[in-house]
C-alpha cells in the first residue's frame, strides 16, 4: 500500500480522532484495573510537519495550526494541545503526535500497549517513539489479526482500528474484527476511525456491525454535505462499549471542527444506536 499517514498528520481528522482519543483514555483508565491497548494500524507514531510528506498535501494549515493558534478551543482538546506543546518545547507547530505517542504518554504501570504496522519504514520509527514506554511495543504484524488474540486472552481491553482505506476489503475486515472480537470479550472497547464521503457507506457500515455491537456512540464530523463520494466531506467516530458520560466533551470537540474548519452545510452529531 502506498497510504502513509504523514500525508494528512495533523488535519481536521486528527483533531477529530484524537479528541476522542484522549477522552475514551481518561475514562478508561478512571478504573484501576489495568488496561491493554492495541492500535491496528499505528503509522510512524509521531511526524515531522516540516517534512516533505507532509508539506506536499499541506492538510495540517487547516487542522492543527488552526487548534493551537485559537483561543476558543474547548477543554476535549486540552490532552491533545498540551501533548503538541510538548513535542515542540521551542514553540510552533513543527511535530504532531500520532495516535501512538498519545496512547503510550497515557499509559499507566500495569497497562500495556501493542502498536501494529506493517511497513517497513514505519515500524523503525514507531519503534523509536515507543522506546521510552516500557509498556509498549510495536509489532510488525497485521492488526486484525492482533486485536483478535488480545481480546482472547482476558483483562480489559480497548482496541483502536484506524485503516488507511486504501483496500476494497477495509471495511468487512473492520466489521468481521468487531464480531470476533465482541465474541471473546463483549466488555472490550472498540473505536472505529471512517473517512465520510458518501451516506450508503457509512450507513451499510453501520448496519454491518450493529449485529454483533448493540452498544455504539457514533461522533460524525461532517464539514460538507455528504455529496461527493470521491472526496472525504468529513469523518466519523464509531465506538463499541463506550464509557458513558462523554457525550457532552464529543459533541463539543466535533462542533468545534465544523464550526471552524467546515463549509456550510456541515453538521457535527454525537448519538447513541438505538437511543
Aim: glycine share 10%; net charge negative; with cysteine.
Amino acid at each position: 500500500m502506498n497510504y502513509r499517514h504523514a500525508f494528512h498528520a495533523g488535519n481536521f481528522a486528527d483533531l477529530v480522532k484524537h479528541a476522542t482519543l484522549t477522552l475514551l483514555l481518561d475514562a478508561l483508565t478512571a478504573d484501576a484495573a489495568p488496561l491493554t491497548v492495541v492500535d491496528t494500524h499505528a503509522g510512524a507514531g509521531g511526524y515531522d510537519l516540516d517534512g516533505e510528506l507532509a508539506r506536499r498535501t499541506g492538510e495540517a494549515a487547516q487542522g492543527v495550526f488552526r487548534l493551537m493558534a485559537a483561543d476558543d478551543a474547548p477543554a476535549p482538546f486540552d490532552r491533545l494541545k498540551a501533548a503538541v506543546r510538548r513535542g515542540n518545547p521551542g514553540g510552533g507547530v513543527r511535530f504532531y503526535p500520532g495516535s501512538p505517542s498519545l496512547i503510550a504518554a497515557g499509559l499507566r504501570k500495569g497497562d500495556r500497549y501493542v502498536a501494529c504496522e506493517l511497513r517497513d519504514d514505519d515500524v523503525a520509527l514507531l519503534r523509536q517513539t515507543l522506546a521510552p514506554f516500557p509498556g509498549a511495543r510495536a509489532e510488525q504484524t497485521d492488526g486484525f489479526a492482533m486485536a483478535g488474540r488480545e481480546a482472547g486472552k482476558g483483562g480489559r481491553v480497548f482496541i483502536l482500528i484506524d485503516p488507511p482505506f486504501e483496500r476494497s476489503d477495509d471495511y468487512a475486515r473492520i466489521a468481521a474484527t468487531l464480531a470476533a472480537v465482541m465474541l471473546l470479550d463483549p466488555d472490550a472497547c472498540v473505536a472505529v476511525w471512517l473517512p465520510l464521503k458518501d451516506l450508503e457507506t457509512f450507513d451499510s457500515f453501520l448496519r454491518s456491525i450493529e449485529p454483533a455491537c448493540a452498544d455504539l456512540l457514533v461522533v460524525e464530523a461532517r464539514l460538507k454535505p455528504l455529496t461527493d463520494p470521491m472526496k472525504m466531506n468529513g469523518c466519523a467516530m464509531v465506538i463499541a462499549n463506550a464509557p458513558p458520560g462523554l457525550e457532552p466533551d464529543l459533541s463539543a470537540a466535533a462542533g468545534w471542527v465544523v464550526a471552524r474548519l467546515g463549509e456550510t452545510g456541515g453538521k457535527a452529531e454525537v448519538w447513541r444506536t438505538g437511543a
